[in-house]
C-alpha cells in the first residue's frame, strides 16, 4: 500500500475530526448565550413580565420570580459555570488526540 | 403570603432549563468528555432530586385540592426516584443499563398525573391547555429513555431527552393562572360572563 493513498486519506479523517470538534466547543460556547439571548428578546416582546418595568400592585415574589430574568439567570449561570469547563475539557481532549 | 401558582409553576421552569441545558451539553460534548470532570456526572441527577425534593412544599402548602396535591405528591416521587437511581448509576452502586428506563416510567407516571388530574378539556383556559399539552409531550417523550437503554451510542435519544426538558421548561413558563388560549377562556375560567 502507498503512503502517498494513506497520508491524505488520514489527513482528511484528521481534519474532519478537528472539525466536529471545533463545532462542539462552538455549539457548547453559544448555549449560555443563546439562553440569555431568548431570555432577552422574551422581556422586549413582553415587558409587562418584568416587574421593575410595571411595579403597581406587585409583591415580594413578583420580583423574585420574573420569567425573562429567571430565562437569562439560568444562561448566566450555564455559561459562567458550566460551559468553560466542558470547553477546556474539549479542547484538551483535541490537543491529546491530535 | 402563599406565592400565586404561576409563580411557582416559573421557578420550576427555570430548574427544568437548566436541566435541559446540561444534559444537552452533555449531548454535544460526548460522555468520554463530561465524564472528565466527576462532579459534572452529579449534577443533573442532583437537579432532578432536588426538584423532586422541592415539589413536596408544593404539594402541602400550594395546593387548593386532594387531586392537585396527589398530582404534584407523585411528580415529587418520580422525580427523586429518577435522580436517585441516576444518582446511583452515576456512583456505580447500579450497572445494568436497564436502569434509564426508571426514567421512562418517572415520565409515565408524571404524564398520567397531569392527564388525570386536569379536569377541564383542552380549551378551557390556557392552563388546562398546558396540562393536556405537557402530559402528551411526556407521554411521546418516554420513548427517548426506552432509546438509550436500546440503543446507548445514538445520540439521538439523548439529544431527544435533552430538548424534552427545555420544551416543558418553555411550557411552564408560559402558563399563567386565568389566560386565554388561543384567544379563547371559558367563563367559567374566568373569561367574559
Redesign the interface.
Known sequence: MSSEIVGPLEGSRNRQEAERRSA?VL??EF??PV?ILGGIVWAIFQPYRIVFLDPVGK?L??Y??Q?PL??I???L??MLA??P??IE??R??DGTKS | MAPRAELVHWAFAAGFLLLGLILLAEVIVGNEVFAMRPWRLYLWPSLAFGIGVLLWPVAVFFTNSTLHMLAHGSWAEVAMLAGAVQLAVVRGKLHSRWWTLSLSFSMLVSAAAFLIHEQNPWFFSRSAFLHHAIGWTLVVAAIFPLGQALQPRRAVWGAGFAMTWVVLAVMLFCDRDVAPIFGHLSRFAGGAQ
Open positions: 462542539r455549539a457548547t448555549l449560555g439562553t409583591g415574589y413578583d423574585l420570580l420569567p429567571l430565562v439567570g439560568v444562561g449561570i450555564f458550566i460551559a469547563g466542558l475539557d474539549l484538551s481532549t
